[in-house]
T-cell receptor, first 112, second 112 residues
């Protein structure tokens, strides 16, 4: 089972920031938070990941709370092409396996 | 998703036939993960392989499904005696030791 909880859907206006929340209250100290998205039926696309510190790349920013129990993915200027299902994932490290367990995600609709 | 090649993109099989799905990792990637996505559902982990080794097959059905990642050539997901319930999109994600996975565009299997 996924170790994260996300709202099933959100929407935002084009050009505005999209803030997608994620709860992962049972995260362990060495487990990373990953964000992926899936546009329509395409393959999942890696966005960003982090452990403790906030992270930023050309796509998004990831804000992780100090207690690591929740995080927020920020798309600073959402476009229509950002409409997708966004998955927040805690990477499970078990023996030698680092599989990603996808939950239901948040369906983000960017409105014109 | 650039670099992870999956083929065929679409495959139609009749019940009882065999389906073989191939995944060529990005250059330098030695970790392969297979996921299945049923229509209108999320991605379910199936199997994790490294070169010539199955590391984690906890998501694989016990019968008819097998996977390999030989020393040379692509990873192959093999489904024997397909049934209608096997109709799904099968995604391959590959990675190195850095953690993030990059996914292909998937293979869509339709069983008639």
């Amino acid at each position: 089972d996924a170790k994260t909880t996300q709202p099933p859907s959100m929407d935002c206006a084009e050009g505005r920031a999209a803030n997608l929340p994620c709860n992962h209250s049972t995260i362990s100290g060495n487990e990373y938070v990953y964000w992926y998205r899936q546009i329509h039926s395409q393959g999942p696309q890696y966005i960003i990941h982090g452990l403790k510190n906030n992270e930023t790349n050309e796509m998004a920013s990831l804000i992780i709370t100090e207690d690591r129990k929740s995080s927020t993915l920020i798309l600073p200027h959402a476009t229509l092409r950002d409409t997708a299902v966004y998955y927040c994932i805690v990477r499970v490290a078990q023996d030698s396996s680092y599989k990603l367990i996808f939950g239901s995600g948040t369906r983000l609709l960017v409105r014109p | 998703n650039a670099g992870v090649m999956q083929n065929p993109r679409h495959l139609v099989r009749r019940r009882g036939q065999e389906a073989r799905l191939r995944c060529s990792p990005m250059k330098g990637h030695s970790h392969v993960y297979w996921y299945r996505q049923l229509p209108e559902e999320g991605l379910k982990f199936m199997v994790y392989l490294q070169k010539e080794n199955i590391i984690d097959e906890s998501g694989m059905p016990k019968e008819r499904f097998s996977a390999e990642f030989p020393k040379e050539g692509p990873s192959i997901l093999r489904i024997q005696q397909v049934v209608r319930g096997d109709s799904a999109a099968y995604f391959c994600g590959t990675g190195a030791n850095t953690g993030e996975l990059f996914f292909g565009e998937g293979s869509r299997l339709t069983v008639l």
